[in-house]
């Protein structure tokens, strides 16, 4: 086998066929008792081949046993260096320890590019075990371990079943209700087979900014159409009106009466028009570095008349206090008023009404502005289209502030939502990424 192996085994084979051939030969001659010497002697040495192999075997056996257990700590004694056989064993041993090693480090590295990719990978087998699961799909089902499909109960009671009945090449979206608000995910599965093991891979994405950008893009487009067919329309109808008074002067007849109301109709609908306009035209953020205290301190200061006549207390909390904003800082100012004044009139006339900011780093180093108040929470159905342009519930509203408000925030790479709103407060969550 082996150097030593070998020699041993040439010098004891050498050894069997040498007593045999002389046990032979004294057995021929007559030598009986010689004859027995030297088949007491080839039985030995083919004992001690036997034990050799046994040996051998033993030393192979255990070696392929701890491999097969991930014990790579043993090693063989090799105090002979001519010993070639435990040598050799060793080195087969250093090689499965480097081959182990390279493929222990490609698994780093698939998974450090896994936990670096944009979608969520949850990949489990067929009783729900979860195999290997990324950073970003912890983040999207807001769990911060996962190692069975049920306990994705703690995101919603319809993920664990969802989990189960996705096909393979299927493709599924849903809305989910969490903490932060509102979260639209898509699902697909695929199937892949390992070591004899059918294993599933779903992948996970937020479609919820794909959602918003169409959604406002379908919007903007039908707001276009809309106010430059009005204005068409309006603006002959305003110079006409303008030609007749200068005309006719002021009179006091029906004709006056009429021209002077269709003049005054067309100026308040062209101005309607043009608060639509801004939707369709706002300009590409600015941005610059700002402190968030001193600008959140400026945007409490523009209504503190207002706060203190309806006894309504404001603060602000920010963690880190010296927490830095890159954005265009008249944007994201009108975002706010627009959000403050909602909650300024969502408080009303209740007594004890507070107003706050909160801001603070999350883990991916986003930077979270929090805008809460003790008003009259917001009913789930209003909650649900008060991002839509043109929806309002104020008699003199435009239905626009919260929609220019998101796309100002979708400009800026950011998002707007409603965290939550119940009888004890209504928060708004800004996110800047």
């Avoid at 009986?32 to 075997?57: E, H, K, N, Q």
């Avoid at 109808?237 to 303008?242: A, C, G, K």
């Avoid at 008699?395 to 009888?423: F, P, Q, V």
């Amino acid at each position: 086998m082996f150097r030593i192996t070998t020699l041993k085994l040439i010098v004891l084979l050498a050894g069997i066929i040498a007593a045999a051939t002389a046990g032979m030969w004294c057995f021929l001659q007559g030598h009986v008792f010689y004859a027995i010497l030297c088949m007491l002697a080839a039985i030995v040495l083919v004992g001690s081949i036997v034990r050799l192999f046994r040996s051998g075997t033993r030393k192979i056996s255990f070696l392929f046993n701890a491999i097969e257990n991930g014990d790579y700590s043993f090693r063989f004694t090799s105090s002979d260096p001519k010993d070639r056989f435990n040598l050799m064993l060793n080195y087969i041993k250093e090689l499965l320890v480097k081959a182990r090693d390279e493929v222990m480090e490609k698994e780093r590295y698939y998974e450090r590019i896994l936990n670096h990719v944009d979608t969520g990978i949850v990949v489990l087998n067929e009783k729900g075990n979860i195999y290997q699961v990324n950073k970003r799909a912890l983040e999207l089902l807001r769990l911060s371990v996962l190692t069975h499909v049920n306990q994705l109960q703690r995101t919603s009671d319809r993920l664990p079943d969802l989990f189960a009945a996705l096909e393979t090449g299927e493709s599924r979206s849903i809305r989910i209700n969490t903490n932060d608000g509102d979260i639209y995910l898509s699902f697909q599965a695929s199937e892949m087979t390992l070591h004899d093991k059918k294993f599933r891979i779903i992948a996970i994405n937020d479609i919820e900014h794909e959602i918003d950008e169409n959604e406002i893009e379908s919007w903007i487009n039908l707001t276009r159409v809309l106010t430059h067919e009005i204005m068409n329309s309006i603006t002959p109808i305003t110079s006409l009106s303008d030609t007749l008074l200068h005309i006719h002067g002021s009179r006091e007849d029906d004709l006056g009466r009429g021209l002077e109301t269709i003049h005054g109709t067309t100026k308040s609908l062209t101005s309607f028009v043009s608060s639509y306009r801004k939707f369709t035209h706002i300009a590409a953020p600015c941005r610059t570095l700002f402190y968030l205290r001193p600008f959140l301190e400026k945007i409490l200061l523009l209504f503190s008349r207002e706060l203190e006549n309806k006894g309504i207390s404001s603060r602000i909390e920010l963690s880190p206090d010296d927490l830095i904003l890159h954005a265009d800082e008249n944007q994201i100012s009108q975002v706010l008023v627009n959000l403050l004044k909602n909650g300024i009139a969502a408080i009303g006339e209740r007594e004890a009404g507070r107003i706050w900011f909160r801001a603070y780093c999350d883990e991916a180093e986003n930077i979270l502005i929090e805008i809460g108040n003790n008003g009259e929470p917001i009913p789930a159905p209003i909650a649900e289209q008060m991002f839509i342009p043109f929806f309002t519930t104020k008699t003199d509203g435009s239905g626009i502030g919260l929609s220019i408000s998101r796309r100002i925030m979708r400009m800026h790479d950011g998002s707007i939502k409603l965290k939550h709103s119940n009888e004890r407060e209504t928060i708004f969550l800004l996110t800047f990424k």
